[in-house]
């Protein structure tokens, strides 16, 4: 039989927090018979029996956001946390989420895609560009992106200055110049070993799907979150990306949701954001069936460039306040406010 309530089950023997920071090869077929053994001993059912339907979604537990590219202060910790919050509440997590911020050379946020008035590139991690910025040529397009992109150029800096004007009349964050990074192929796009060990293992035990989305691909837009990108319209009000509403779909069907990852000030916040407006916009007390992981997620900080932390915290304020729970991942489930298990 399952675990009574308020007992959380252990990780599994492999289970090895010293590794979770470092990029290693995953034993597939150990691990499956680990799970085999775990699920037998413990009595744990197939995740279609569930009466209750609860998913957990990890947003972008990739080495880019570990260690590698754009590190995010805390991810190992917040990576470690999520997996063993996943072999705690095995037998009643239902189905497993996760997004993979995916990006290729020649994108609007990426340094190659913008020169100043010398021909140099914006310093990634350092440069926000904002509409003045555009306007008085201080940062412009690279002419030379433009047919890589099947644009001219003309076509292209007027979509750049439109999308600037996108970002700031949306209140949304100016345009940020980041290192190269979640390369689609590169090992920064892969996830945490941690979190995928957890993720295959869950898969086994449960007899149940993993749910991947990739999102960030589109080179003329930045996509935090994974439900939409930060613009979806060109300068003529073409459309340039859409909704990710089959994915929105699949979310509010679960009857509890459980968000962690990184990072608590981009992807996590913006995702969120977008599915508290969808929320909203359909039944506003469908917000108490989330629940935000406060311990599994961490802002981005630059040090002696820009601190998103105050950022981040209001967004979860503004969350809670709208009826979404802010919860640890080591507090047993059944005493979490509203929670339906």
């Known amino acids: 039989m399952p675990p009574g309530k ?12 010293k590794t979770a920071d470092q990029l290693r090869a995953i034993n597939y077929q150990e691990i499956a018979e680990a799970a085999i053994t775990y699920r037998k001993q413990h009595g744990i059912k197939p995740a279609a029996t569930d009466r209750i339907k609860i998913g957990s979604m990890g947003i972008d537990y990739e080495m880019t956001f570990d260690r590698f590219e754009l590190p995010v202060g805390g991810a190992t910790e917040d990576g470690e946390k999520f997996a063993r919050f996943v072999y705690g509440n095995l037998w009643r997590l239902t189905k497993l989420i996760y997004t993979l911020d995916t990006h290729q050379t020649i994108q609007i946020f990426h340094p190659i895609f913008w020169i100043d008035a010398a021909g140099k590139h914006p310093a990634p991690g350092a440069t926000m560009i904002s509409v003045d910025d555009v306007k008085s040529g201080r940062w412009q397009v690279n002419p030379a992106v433009a047919p890589a992109l099947g644009m001219n150029y003309a076509q292209l800096q007027r979509y750049a200055l439109h999308y600037v004007n996108e970002l700031s009349r949306g209140g949304k964050y100016a345009l940020t110049i980041w290192p190269y990074h979640g390369m689609l192929g590169g090992v920064g796009h892969a996830l945490m070993p941690i979190v995928e060990e ?23 837009t930045e996509n935090y979150s994974v439900l939409a990108p930060e613009v979806m319209t060109g300068p003529s009000s073409e459309m340039i990306a859409q909704r990710n509403a089959k994915f929105l779909e699949l979310l509010l069907k679960l009857d509890v949701l459980v968000i962690g990852g990184e990072a608590k000030s981009h992807c996590v916040a913006w995702t969120i954001n977008d599915l508290l407006t969808q929320i909203q916009a359909q039944d506003p007390t469908l917000a108490k069936k989330v629940y935000l992981l406060e311990d599994c997620t961490s802002p981005v900080v630059i040090p002696g460039i820009i601190d998103f932390t105050p950022q981040a915290n209001e967004a ?3 969350f809670a306040a709208a009826g979404m729970h802010v919860v640890k991942s080591t507090d047993p489930m059944e005493t979490w406010p509203d929670i339906r298990i």
């Open 6 to 17: 308020s007992n959380i089950l252990p990780p599994p023997p492999f289970f090895d927090p």
């Open 198 to 220: 957890a993720a295959f293992f869950h898969s086994i035990a449960r007899i149940s799907q993993v749910e991947f989305q990739i999102k960030g691909g589109h080179p003329l």
């Open 316 to 318: 979860f304020e503004r």
